[in-house]
């Protein structure tokens, strides 16, 4: 089968997202967000949402299936995330998948919501190169990849050891009372800023490894806001943003360049919610032009959690000819980078 038409639905935090896909070809990409519903919290809390996408899930799938033009009888699979994620929103997603599949005798694929990340770039892009290497920044993810084949083949290098990138760039802006969710309101806030304006730590950047560690420089922030509000002296909120987001990117793009010079591959991926951050993009584009690196990063629509991008694995997997899933597949919420099919 050479261009399936699959459907994915994605449900790993706070967002229903439902894609539909024919072959490397973006049909529709609906999403029903719950983030207002979490903002006075701070955070997602995991039965809002749970609860959230129960109450979405049908008129989103109907709403894609008329954008894309076609029906359920059309549909070749179906794909869902089974994990990482949240493990009660995942149990959503992947029972409703289940009955679709079950009451249209479709096949079911059960996909890994990290590896639908890097394989979402092919909508855009083309096919990946084999090999490639993901850089994959999210609010629960901070991971290098390498990847021989996003349908078979996903080999970690790297991870977040504490906070994931963009845990830390929420949990910054609570600091500075800025709002939820973190990422985007910092992007924009520290566009007035001056980068250089505080020397914040650079956790694990040249101890030899590909991991990352964000908690160090979450409270090294939190110090400096501190000291200055017992000081009675007001806080660059700008020039805090800037220099905070730019000690983060600083890492990810250098331990993403220095991954592929170790692994002698010339193209860069980068996914998740983060990779939509203007200044990541700016200095990996910097960085992988000095490197003779080809740089591919979504648009940020589909950077953040989406449907389309477990349809574009899901359709990935049927063109590889890799076997379904289970319809007893189950949710995995710590579900390893490495098992692309559940």
Not at 38 to 54: I, Q
Not at 129 to 142: Q, R
Not at 164 to 182: H, I, N, Q
Not at 306 to 333: F, H, I, K, Q, Y
């Amino acid at each position: 089968m050479s261009e399936p038409l699959v459907l994915g639905i994605e449900t790993s935090c706070d967002e229903t997202g439902i894609g539909i896909v024919r072959g490397h070809t973006l049909l529709a990409d609906t999403v029903a967000s719950s983030v207002d519903l979490h903002a006075r919290f701070g955070g997602v809390v995991p039965e809002v949402a749970s609860r959230a996408h129960l109450e979405a899930m049908t008129p989103t799938i109907e709403r894609a299936l008329k954008t894309a033009g076609v029906s359920l009888d059309d549909l070749d699979a179906i794909a869902v995330t089974a994990g990482p994620g949240l493990a009660g929103t995942l149990m959503v997603g992947v029972a409703a998948a289940k009955a679709y599949a079950l009451a249209l005798g479709k096949p079911l694929y059960g996909v890994n919501h990290l590896a639908a990340h890097v394989a979402v770039d092919q909508l855009e892009h083309g096919p990946l190169p084999k090999p490639c290497v993901s850089l994959l920044v999210s609010g629960g993810h901070s991971s290098l990849l390498l990847v021989p084949d996003v349908a078979t083949d996903v080999r970690s290098l790297g991870s977040t050891v504490d906070d994931a990138a963009g845990e830390a760039f929420d949990k910054v802006a609570r600091m500075l009372d800025l709002g939820f969710p973190g990422g985007p309101i910092i992007d924009r806030t520290a566009r007035a800023g001056d980068p250089a304006a505080i020397t914040f730590p650079r956790g694990k950047l040249d101890d030899g490894t590909y991991d990352f560690s964000f908690s160090g420089l979450k409270s090294a922030v939190a110090r400096w806001v501190e000291a200055k509000e017992r000081a009675g002296e007001p806080v660059p909120i700008a020039d805090v943003a800037a220099s905070f987001q730019e000690a983060v990117v600083d890492v990810l793009t250098r331990k993403a360049v220095a991954v592929c010079k170790a692994h002698d591959v010339d193209h860069l991926q980068i996914g998740g919610g983060v990779a939509a951050n203007s200044r990541l993009r700016e200095m990996a584009k910097q960085r992988c032009d000095k490197a003779g690196i080809r740089l591919r990063v979504p648009r940020p629509g589909l950077c953040t959690d989406n449907g389309a991008m477990v349809a574009a694995l899901g359709a990935e997997l049927v063109s590889s000819g890799v076997a379904d899933s289970r319809l007893d597949l189950p949710a995995d919420s710590s579900l390893p980078v490495t098992t692309v099919r559940v």
